[in-house]
């Protein structure tokens, strides 16, 4: 799996509406902020809420976080104007812009032609702004493996529970909770499905909103199962959420330290002074090469997230 891309441990929602809070999230340590002019922004507050955008990308100080704005989608009559000003106005200085409500690969094409249009006419590099692509609805889900191969530019695919579960109707109002009628986790397959995407084309796979912003031990919970599964990251709605997002979408130390022993040990065992071995015990455990892709993983997410390992591998004396 070669799929690293930008830290997305954390990504945070910044409504393109409040000047208020475009501020404050220079400041705080999500490793994304997405700034919003779908949901989060009321229909008469858009035009505005595109010229803070603008303003805060070129004059705030977002240094060490990738800077995404998220588009309406291309059913209402926002996308194209929200596209051209953002980039128009401030595209040295953003990262992604993200396609909410994605429902087939020529939605994702337009963006891709019209980002490519844009970089040409303002003189910058081609292909440097990367696609967000949200998942919502039944056509997202059933189209998203066309959706991820759609154009280079993808980095992502997220998770949109909130408008996915009114799109399926599906019978409960708590973003991410387990449904009392229901045996099993109805956000297992969606995901699962999202994550074969992802991965299929070497995408970052994360997860949506968690809505209860003060329950802080529901967003842990709802965001291990996702990381579980391998996902990259979550969205965050709230400060409160940033800490927890950060902490659950790094490896354990312990998982960290012991992928880092593996991958030592392993390249020793391998050699010719370790013997030229392919399977071997590592402790009370039997390691080879799927132990290595494995533990590269961890390890590719530990060093992503900046940890330091705490042991050290010793080959056996003679
Ligand atoms: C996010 O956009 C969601 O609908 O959950
Ligand atoms: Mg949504």
């Known amino acids: ?13 910044v409504p393109g509406s ?38 805060a990308l070129n004059e705030g100080d977002w240094a060490g976080k990738t800077r995404v ?3 309406n ?42 980002l ?16 967000e692509a949200q998942i919502e609805n039944a056509a997202g889900l059933v189209n998203v493996d066309a959706i991820a191969a759609a154009s280079a530019r993808v980095e992502t695919i997220i998770f949109g529970p909130a408008d996915f579960m009114a799109s399926i109707n599906m019978k409960s109002l708590v973003v991410g909770s387990l449904i009392p009628d229901y045996p099993g986790d109805p956000y297992h397959y969606i995901l699962m499905r999202i994550l074969m995407a992802a991965r299929m ?21 709802v965001a291990k199962r996702s990381a579980a599964l391998g996902f990259d990251g979550k969205w965050v709605l709230h400060p409160g959420q940033i800490d927890a997002a950060n902490e659950v979408y790094s490896p354990a130390q312990a998982d960290y330290d012991h992928a880092e022993l593996i991958l030592d040990a392993y390249q020793h065992y391998t050699s010719e002074a370790g013997g030229r071995l392919g399977a071997v015990m590592l402790g009370d455990e039997m390691i080879d090469e799927a132990s290595r892709k494995m533990a590269l993983v961890i390890a590719a997410k530990g060093r992503a997230a900046g ?10 004396a003679e």
């Open 307 to 316: 940890m330091t390992r705490t042991s050290t591998f010793s080959p056996p």
């Open 69 to 71: 704005v998220r588009v």
């Open 18 to 55: 409040s000047v208020k809070m475009l501020g404050k999230a220079q400041g705080l340590p999500a490793d994304q902020v997405f700034l919003d002019l779908e949901d989060a922004v009321a229909p008469l507050a858009k035009p505005d809420a595109r010229k803070n955008i603008v303003a």
């Open 116 to 131: 490519t249009q844009l970089e040409k006419t303002l003189g910058l590099e081609v292909g440097r702004i990367g696609i």
């Open 73 to 114: 989608d291309l059913t209402t009559p926002w996308t194209y104007r929200d596209v051209i000003d953002v980039v128009e106005g401030a595209g040295a200085n953003l990262d992604c812009v993200m396609l909410p409500k994605v429902q087939n690969a020529a939605q994702v094409q337009w963006l891709d032609l019209t």
């Open 201 to 221: 084309h070497d995408k970052q796979a994360i997860d949506g909103p968690f809505l209860q912003i003060r329950d802080t031990d529901g967003f842990r919970e």
């Open 1 to 13: 799996m070669a799929v690293v891309g930008r830290p997305r441990r954390s990504c945070l929602a």
